[in-house]
């Protein structure tokens, strides 16, 4: 509510301001053009009236010019005194010497010969030839000359000052009227501007109000009072509404999607959900039913190799090895996806561990592959980390296995574990110098079954890797792999290490 | 430029030195003015100004519309006091259009084409028949021998503080169905009602 009686201050003032300030300016511009050009014919009503004076003066004083008649002149100048305004006059003979003098109703100017009004029309304005008079405003006076014409020729010059106070009359008159006017006229503009602040004011402020319950309480339902059926105004406050309308359905709109949209989430996730376990139960059990045919196929042959063996011939023999291999390997593959499912499946129990330790646990227990092979194992200290140590395990073990597989025909081996940050996350990376891999294939390495050696080559299932990112994922890491074919592959992940308190 | 008669030091200049200073201020002024104008205008000789207040005479005063006569003629009777001085005043001047003339006759029997008759002095004796013949004849008569209006004259020159100004007999110019302007009478010394015959 104060907001809105600044807002309501603010506007009609300023509108009352506006009609004040282009009425005043209007008016002041028409007074100061009007006294200005009333001036001008002010000035030029004086001459004319001077100038019929001095005309009537000198159709008067022509015989007492050619007679030579002062005195006869001095009378007639004397009629002046009629006349308030005049000042002085004068009448010169043609050759310019004075004949006669008037000077005005001053006591003092009478009283000396040498008073300034008199003075002054010695100094009258010359009178150009062929002109009949001229004039000059000079100071405060008016001072004009005229031709005294007699049958055709000069006889004489009468000349006649008049003060300004005419004028200076006008001028006050003129001021305290346009005062008048002006107080009178700003008067009715703030009263007109009253008026207006109820049409064109009230809208806005309204109009302002409403736009600030809008954007302080995100309320689209509230709308503005129209003003009046025509206008800017109407227009504006008919599209605010428009708007707040526009607003307030997409609004809805916007809920509905979400709502939708929320729906469909949940709904997904479920089927996802349901598409997982399905799949895991699925795996789980094709591996766990795998099993027992597997180890039928691996009984029995070795029941066969061991009772009937040394009656088969050599061909026999060679295919019977082949199956107890094949049967092997299926064991194998099913032992791997049979982890893998359960890692899937497995809620991690997190808890500190040393990666130190289970770097060394695992090359312990790789020794019985690392028989008769020269390894050059360089070990920098690792962090410790919360993690599930059993799965941290499992890759450490993958990897480290592969480094040893994949070094076995590397003369000199070397395995590095190492650590580095970059971008303020740790990594752990394994680095070999083993057979290595074509670096544009590097996104397969993680697939299940995905192998980039051939099985004479190197033995796998192809699904260690894939088991591995599982793990590391779950973790909140990712892995990757760099390699170059014969030069070597470098295994890297991130880790989140625990604070390492000094 | 004259200063602004309102000046608070003037008025008090006025009145510490009322007198005294004005005074002086004014006879030098007087004096100066005075002597200027000696210099400016060479003190008309009694005989031009009365030249130039002849042909002046014949502006001021209406003649009845009966005279047609195709100059206008400006007589001396007897004895010229002008000389050339009157012959160089009107040249190529004109009254009522019609072409000035100057003649010189030695008795009023030439004065039938003259408008204006300046009667010389030197005919005081004769002045009385003079008059009478130009009796009902509308010629301006004008002299400057003493007076000349109380004889029946219309209009005669006098000299007043050393000015040279005319007397004028309003009724002899009347009779004469001459007509006065009252500009004319107005500059006149005096304006006198003698009618002729007296």
Same mark, same amino acid.
């Given at each position: ?5 600044s ?9 009352t301001?506006? #009609?004040?300030l282009?009425?005043g300016?209007?008016?002041l511009l028409?007074?100061? !053009?009007?006294f200005a050009y009333?001036?001008?014919?002010l000035?030029e009503?004086m001459? #004319?009236?001077l100038?019929?004076?001095a005309?009537i003066i ?5 015989? *007492?010019l050619?007679f #030579?008649d002062?005195?006869? *002149? ?15 006059a +004068?009448?010169? !003979? ?16 009478a009283?000396?010969?040498?008073a300034?009004?008199?003075?002054a ?8 030839e062929?002109?009949a ?14 031709r005294v014409?007699?049958e055709?020729k000069p ?6 000052q008049s ?5 200076d ?8 009227m346009?005062?008048?006017?002006l107080?009178?006229?700003?008067l ?9 602040k109820?049409?064109v ?5 309204q109009?302002?109000s ?8 995100? #309320?689209?339902a ?7 059926k025509s206008g800017e105004?109407a ?6 509404n428009e ?11 916007l809920?509905?999607?979400? @709502? ?9 996730? +479920?089927?996802?959900?349901?598409a997982?376990?399905?799949l ?6 094709v ?8 180890r039928?196929? @691996? ?8 009772k009937y063996g ?6 026999? $023999? $060679? ?6 291999d ?10 791997d ?7 899937g499946? $497995? ?8 990666l130190? $330790?289970?770097?060394?646990?695992t090359i312990a @227990?790789?020794k019985?592959e690392c ?6 194992w360089q070990?920098?200290?690792l ?6 140590p059993?799965l941290m395990?499992?890759?450490?073990t993958n ?10 025909r ?17 990594i752990?990376?394994?680095?070999d ?5 074509e ?5 397969k390495?993680f ?12 033995e ?5 890797l894939?088991?591995?990112q599982?793990i ?9 792999a760099e390699?170059k074919?014969?030069?070597? +592959?470098t ?12 | 430029?004259?200063?602004p008669?309102?000046c608070?030091?003037y008025?008090r200049?006025?009145?510490?030195f ?9 006879i ?6 005075s ?11 009694g ?21 047609s006569?195709g100059q ?13 001085? =009157?012959?160089?005043?009107?040249s190529?001047?004109?009254i ?6 100057t003649v010189?006759i ?7 084409n ?10 005081d004796?004769?002045l009385?028949?003079?008059l ?7 010629i301006l ?8 209006v109380?004889?029946?004259?219309m209009?005669?020159?006098?000299l007043?503080a ?11 110019a009347?009779?004469?169905? =001459? ?7 107005k500059?006149?010394?005096a304006?006198k ?5 007296t």
């Amino acid at each position: 509510m104060k907001m809105r009686s600044s807002w309501s201050y603010s506007i009609s003032r300023r509108l009352t301001l506006m #009609n004040m300030l282009v009425s005043g300016v209007a008016l002041l511009l028409a007074c100061v !053009t009007f006294f200005a050009y009333d001036r001008v014919s002010l000035k030029e009503t004086m001459v #004319n009236n001077l100038s019929i004076e001095a005309q009537i003066i000198a159709s008067n004083s022509i015989s *007492a010019l050619v007679f #030579n008649d002062a005195e006869a *002149a001095e009378s007639t100048l004397a009629a002046l005194k009629a006349s308030s305004n005049i000042t002085a006059a +004068a009448i010169y !003979t043609a050759k310019g010497s004075e004949f006669a003098k008037y000077s005005g109703q001053d006591p003092r100017a009478a009283a000396s010969i040498d008073a300034s009004p008199y003075r002054a029309c010695a100094s009258r304005p010359a009178i150009p030839e062929g002109k009949a008079r001229a004039y000059s405003f000079a100071g405060d006076q008016l001072t004009l000359a005229r031709r005294v014409i007699f049958e055709g020729k000069p006889v004489g010059i009468v000349c006649i000052q008049s003060d300004l106070k005419a004028l200076d009359a006008r001028v006050k008159r003129f001021v305290s009227m346009g005062a008048v006017i002006l107080a009178v006229s700003l008067l009715a503009a703030l009263l007109i501007s009253g008026r207006l602040k109820r049409s064109v004011s009230e809208p806005i402020i309204q109009l302002a109000s409403v736009a600030l319950a809008v954007s302080r309480e995100k #309320n689209y339902a509230v709308r503005a009072a129209p003003a009046g059926k025509s206008g800017e105004l109407a227009t504006l406050i008919g599209a605010f509404n428009e708007m707040l309308e526009q607003i307030q359905e997409r609004d809805v709109a916007l809920q509905t999607a979400r @709502d939708q949209l929320e729906l469909r989430v949940q709904e997904r996730t +479920a089927q996802l959900a349901a598409a997982n376990k399905e799949l895991e139960a699925f795996s789980y059990s094709v591996s766990h039913d795998l099993r027992a045919p597997l180890r039928h196929i @691996d009984g029995f042959s070795m029941i066969l190799m061991q009772k009937y063996g040394p009656t088969l011939d050599a061909t026999a $023999q $060679q295919y019977l090895k082949r199956v107890r291999d094949g049967a092997k390997h299926m064991g194998h593959l099913v032992d791997d996806l049979l982890n893998m499912a359960r890692i899937g499946r $497995q809620e991690l129990v997190v808890r500190p561990s040393s990666l130190n $330790q289970m770097v060394q646990g695992t090359i312990a @227990d790789l020794k019985s592959e690392c028989e008769g092979r020269q390894i050059d194992w360089q070990i920098a200290n690792l962090p410790d980390m919360k993690c599930d140590p059993g799965l941290m395990k499992v890759v450490f073990t993958n990897l480290l296995s592969n480094a040893v597989k994949y070094t076995r025909r590397t003369e000199h081996a070397v395995i590095e574990v190492g650590r580095l940050s970059e971008n303020g996350s740790t990594i752990i990376f394994i680095r070999d110098n083993g057979a290595g891999f074509e670096q544009e294939y590097a996104h397969k390495l993680f697939g299940v079954f995905q192998r980039l050696h051939r099985a004479e080559e190197f033995e796998g299932t192809g699904v260690g890797l894939a088991t591995v990112q599982r793990i590391i994922q779950k973790h909140g890491g990712r892995i990757w792999a760099e390699g170059k074919v014969n030069q070597g +592959a470098t295994f890297l992940f991130t880790v989140v290490p625990l604070e390492v308190k000094a | 430029m004259p200063s602004p008669p309102f000046c608070t030091r003037y008025e008090r200049c006025m009145k510490k030195f009322r007198v005294f200073p004005w005074m002086i201020a004014g006879i030098i002024a007087v004096s100066l003015v005075s002597r200027l104008d000696g210099r400016q205008q060479p003190k008309a000789s009694g005989p031009q100004v009365e030249a130039a207040y002849l042909y002046n005479f014949g502006r001021f005063v209406t003649w009845p519309a009966t005279l047609s006569a195709g100059q206008f003629g400006i007589c001396i009777l007897g004895e010229d006091p002008f000389g050339a001085v =009157l012959d160089s005043t009107v040249s190529g001047e004109t009254i009522d259009g019609k072409q000035i003339v100057t003649v010189r006759i030695s008795n009023v029997q030439g004065a039938q084409n003259c408008r204006i008759l300046f009667i010389s002095p030197s005919e005081d004796k004769r002045l009385k028949q003079i008059l009478a013949a130009l009796d009902k004849s509308s010629i301006l008569t004008v002299s400057d021998m003493p007076e000349f209006v109380q004889r029946g004259g219309m209009i005669q020159f006098v000299l007043a503080a050393n000015k040279v100004r005319f007397e004028v007999n309003l009724a002899t110019a009347e009779e004469a169905r =001459l007509q006065l302007s009252s500009e004319l009478l107005k500059v006149a010394a005096a304006v006198k009602r003698v009618p002729s015959g007296t």
